[in-house]
């Protein structure tokens, strides 16, 4: 039976001894049958909406464990037998505090309940944000077809105000796309030929025709939704905590419970209604319901919240490791800088030069090697195909050029070449500018270098002022030469440079780094993946469609380094809102068991059960209230502001 159904039973039964409680005193009308009429009501409440509390009580007992339904089946069980024991000995019954107790903690728990939905249907509602159906070429024409029918390779057609289908590149046509939905990013981007499109945003401008890429399951929006439903599942390390000390509590209410009644029964001599009744407002004021709702309503508000900014946090365990982070290192290509690199000088005879480094870095997947081909290109450069190609890791690529022996590539691969002292003087002239040089080598000489350069992305310096305003170290880890890293590295602001590190090093050098600490990693989530894994957190930068989810802890679907400093604030804020959860969770404990032990009898001030059992449900309530205002909390950024 669902838990709302189970309320709404026991609050429907239990109103009729509230207003017998309320009007008795003032006007004396009691139910029509009394104390049997009680019963009846009482036992329906114990019997289908206390019946669950009870089984899982028994279930942990049979286990030799406790957890909080322990006490609920406590409290209300013994509210309930002595009520019929004093039904059929005419004394005092408590009925209504057995079913009062049960109304108010399924109250809390329809607030939890309430709280989760509406998380998921925050999640849910970008997933109806897609569009239902398409405009595909089928058979030279354009036809609609249902969403479900669109295929990878699919030529689709979107005009202005319509929503992009599914993920894509365009093949003709330039637009302006609003991407919030997805990324965050507040202002509409320019699309055009060659580049990506992301499903479910909204066509501005143009007419746009794209061929689809990824559709379904495969999808941005779909691996985002997913992605998030994950994280809400997750658990924080403090939830280990938090169910210790669960396992711990339960027992010592119990003892403090029964200490409570043969303290008044016997040593004070109080009647045995009373007692039990101190007895039974001690177990249900302590049910820690809202200690387990201090951790997993924090972290689905947070990371609900998250995927709305564009900032995906894959678990409960990095928004904690987050808060202890000392040092963050940043991947430079493509993570600091735009990771375009253009060519920008040719040192040797240029057509010789290009000659050679066309033919060779024809085959290889490098970003340098596109830009040497780019140039080759634009200078209308023709050249024979290279033999023999063998890519070097981290060093460059080597191959036959008319059947004699070269290279492209850094000074690591020189080995035999020779190189004059002019180009080697030119060489460090050009990396003291933040231009990558690559060396030409044809039979054993270095015949000339090719300066490359990738400009620092206008927001890197902005971000990394935010990250050491917040006292963070930053270091730049890179394959590029010392002087390169350096250039950039003082051009954006980093304290420390590693550079001329192989990719497979990459992950040793962060070992070391958390030395002096707890690390995060900044990278592309695709060629950084070892370090994205050694780092404690691996946040993997997103560029369009081209998601890494498994990469890092926390993966920015905005290619935007400015991200990083926003998903540190989120993560830290939703981190705090748990552990403000669990003051507001213990502090009903901590200041409500005393008042209902009966400490304070002799002044006149007791805790009924019924009433702890309200005090219990605005626990939660508070809860559950202060995970919600994590909608509302500002996350600010020194680098940018977001709301």
């Known amino acids: 039976m669902k838990i709302t159904t189970r309320f709404w039973i026991s609050l429907v039964l239990s109103l009729p001894m509230l207003v017998e409680m309320i009007l008795k005193p003032l006007t004396g009308w009691m139910l029509p049958g009394g104390h049997w009429t009680m019963f009846v009501l009482t036992t329906i409440v ?13 279930a942990s007992f049979k286990k030799h464990h406790s957890n909080m339904d322990t006490l609920v089946a406590i409290g209300t069980a013994t509210a309930y037998f002595y009520s019929i024991y004093a039904l059929l000995t005419h004394k005092q019954v408590f009925f209504e505090s057995a079913a009062f107790v049960t109304t108010f903690v399924l109250l809390g728990q329809v607030f939890e309940e309430r709280m989760r939905n509406n998380a998921s249907n925050a999640i849910e509602k970008l997933f109806s944000l897609q569009a239902k159906e398409a405009e595909v070429k089928r058979d030279g024409q354009f036809v609609k077809v249902p969403l479900d029918q669109v295929v990878v390779g699919d030529e689709i057609r979107v005009k202005p105000g319509e929503k992009i289908a599914v993920d894509g590149e365009v093949i003709s046509g330039s637009s302006t796309i609003d991407e919030s939905m997805v990324t965050g990013e507040s202002l509409p981007v320019s699309r055009q030929t060659g580049d990506s499109v992301i499903g479910s945003t909204l066509n501005k401008t143009g007419t746009l025709t794209f061929r689809a890429k990824k559709v379904g399951g495969d999808t941005l929006l779909a691996q985002i ?53 101190f007895a039974v407002a001690v177990v249900v004021i ?48 493509g993570t600091i800088t735009v990771g375009k690199p253009v060519v920008t000088d040719v040192r040797g005879e240029q057509d010789q030069v290009l000659q050679v480094a066309a033919a060779l870095e024809e085959n290889s997947e490098h970003p340098l090697a596109e830009a040497i081909l780019d140039a080759a290109k634009e200078k209308q450069t023709a050249y024979p195909a290279a033999t023999d190609f063998q890519a070097i890791s981290g060093q460059g690529v080597a191959a036959k050029f008319n059947g004699q022996d070269a290279f492209v590539g850094n000074t690591k691969l020189r080995h035999d070449y020779q190189m004059d002292e002019d180009l080697q003087k030119e060489m460090e002239t050009l990396q003291d500018q933040a231009k990558t040089v690559v060396l030409v080598g044809l039979n054993q000489q270095v015949i000339g270098l090719i300066a490359i350069q990738d400009t620092p992305k206008e927001t890197s310096a902005a971000a990394i002022s935010a990250l050491k305003a917040r006292g963070l170290k930053t270091v730049m880890l890179t394959g590029d030469n010392q002087r390169v890293a350096q250039a950039i590295a003082k051009e954006v602001g980093i304290d420390q440079v590693i550079a001329e590190v192989l990719p497979a090093d990459k992950a040793e050098q962060i070992k070391q780094l958390q030395g002096s600490g707890k690390v995060a990693f900044v990278g592309d989530g695709i060629n950084d993946a070892p370090a994205l894994s050694t780092a404690d957190v691996g946040i993997a930068m997103g560029s369009g469609t081209d998601i890494a989810i498994d990469a890092g802890g926390i993966v920015l679907v905005k290619n935007d380094l400015r991200a990083v400093d926003q998903a540190l604030e989120l993560s830290q804020k939703t981190f705090n809102r748990i552990k403000l959860n669990l003051f507001w969770a213990f502090i009903y404990n901590v200041l409500g068991i005393p008042v209902a032990a009966g400490l304070f009898y002799g002044l006149g001030v007791t805790l009924s059960p019924e009433i702890a059992g309200l005090a219990m449900a605005f626990s939660s309530l508070s809860v559950v209230t202060s995970s919600v205002l994590l909608n509302k909390t500002k996350i600010t950024s020194r680098a940018m502001q977001t709301e």
């Not at 114990?46 to 028994?58: R, V």
């Open 286 to 333: 302590a049910c820690p319901c809202a200690l387990g709702l201090a951790t997993p309503t924090a972290l689905m508000v947070g990371t609900g919240r998250g995927a709305k900014m564009g900032i995906l946090i894959k678990n409960g365990e990095v928004l904690e490791t987050v808060n202890d982070v000392k040092t963050v290192v940043f991947d430079k290509t």
């Open 46 to 58: 114990m019997g289908l909406s206390a019946g669950p509390f009870i089984q899982s009580a028994w």
């Open 225 to 277: 939704v997913e992605l998030v439903k994950k994280a809400q599942n997750s658990h924080a390390p403090i939830q280990k905590l938090t169910d210790k000390v669960s396992d711990i509590f339960v027992p010592v209410v119990l003892i403090v419970a029964i200490a409570t009644f043969l303290i008044w029964y016997v040593l004070l001599g109080l009647n045995l209604a009373n007692a039990l009744i």
